[in-house]
């Protein structure tokens, strides 16, 4: 079923490296795309509906759009570069062992949507859902095969040989002689982990913590805000309208049916071209991202001190992924 766009916790190729030898701790869920319903929300008090301008008419071109949060999360160019730099400083460690280990997977570029707006609102396009229903355009990455490294291979690249300690973590201390050459903290993935600025408020190369929590909770707001539902009541009377007993979209998006198949069935396709039809009618989306944009220019004012730490963090990051690129 199609995904919402939100926040991933961690860098793509440290999950794989770290897959690779058996514990994965730098991505949580998947391909990092959140279920229908949002991310889980971070606990809070319920915020209080704030006041919107003009609500514009949007459909798919809200992909074009840019929600409030955006500049302290990673978008998708900043993400790849990350992962790039994760590769590159994982393997050329890996080959100074006399290890020729390449990491596992690919980047999701060619999944993970160009915007965090493209499908955060669910199927909003008629034509490309009569095509692919509620199914991704593009299937994400498979997971890493293959066999895991052992022996001093996986003590390299992890830092550990304790089955108790978690590879390429602080806990893993390194310091084995291998090949002439003593293993850095955390191993080779450890020391990618650094040169990247991972961190654990940032999801070991992903996402800040604050920021992540602040999108869930603006994501959580909205959907339950009373503006948003007078859009969902029109558009599930848009769709009774034309057979479908759906109360929500994101009722719809969830439906079981769809589960289970690489490819859109005829009836998923047609019930998904009359959703989109419907949110059109209504304005489901411009009305969504108005009222979410809102949730989350409010966020950001009670902790615009803190998010301009995470800013900064980013532009830290980017600028150390860059020189282990270039080094």
């Given at each position: ?55 514009p ?12 949060i ?12 990350l ?7 994982t ?25 965090r ?11 490309f ?69 991972a ?13 992540r929590?602040?999108d ?7 959907k ?6 007078a ?6 009377d ?54 979410e ?17 995470v ?17």
């Amino acid at each position: 079923m199609a995904t919402p766009y939100l926040t991933r916790g961690g860098g793509l190729a440290a999950a794989a490296v770290l897959l690779a030898v058996g514990s994965l701790t730098a991505c949580s869920g998947g391909s990092q795309q959140a279920g229908a319903d949002g991310p889980a929300a971070a606990s809070a008090e319920p915020l209080a509906p704030p006041p919107i301008g003009t609500v514009p008419i949007l459909a798919a071109d809200v992909a074009s759009r840019a929600l409030p949060i955006d500049p302290y999360l990673l978008d998708r160019d900043q993400r790849g570069q990350l992962d790039s730099a994760m590769r590159m400083v994982t393997e050329r460690c890996m080959a100074g062992f006399g290890f020729g280990y390449h990491v596992p997977g690919g980047t999701d570029a060619g999944f993970a949507p160009a915007t965090r707006t493209a499908n955060r609102y669910l199927v909003s396009d008629p034509a490309f859902a009569a095509q692919y229903g509620y199914h991704a355009k593009v299937q994400p990455p498979a997971p890493p095969s293959g066999d895991a490294p052992t022996g001093a291979m996986a003590v390299a690249l992890g830092g550990t040989a304790d089955p108790s300690v978690k590879p390429g973590s602080k806990a893993a201390t390194g310091g084995q002689n291998i090949n002439g050459r003593t293993v850095p903290r955390g191993g080779c993935v450890g020391e990618a982990l650094d040169r990247t600025g991972a961190s654990e408020q940032n999801g070991n190369g992903g996402d800040d913590r604050l920021a992540r929590d602040l999108d869930a909770q603006a994501w959580a707001a909205s959907k339950a805000d009373s503006r948003v539902l007078a859009a969902f009541r029109s558009w599930s009377d848009c769709m009774k309208a034309q057979g479908y007993a759906y109360g929500t979209p994101i009722d719809a998006n969830a439906d079981p049916q769809w589960t289970g198949g690489a490819v859109a069935s005829a009836k998923e396709r047609a019930t998904a071209t009359a959703d989109a039809q419907c949110k059109v009618r209504a304005n489901v989306v411009g009305i969504w991202f108005t009222v979410e944009a809102a949730y989350e220019s409010k966020l950001i004012e009670q902790h615009a001190e803190a998010l301009a730490a995470v800013k900064q963090d980013i532009d830290r990051r980017m600028r150390m992924a860059a020189q282990a690129i270039a080094s």
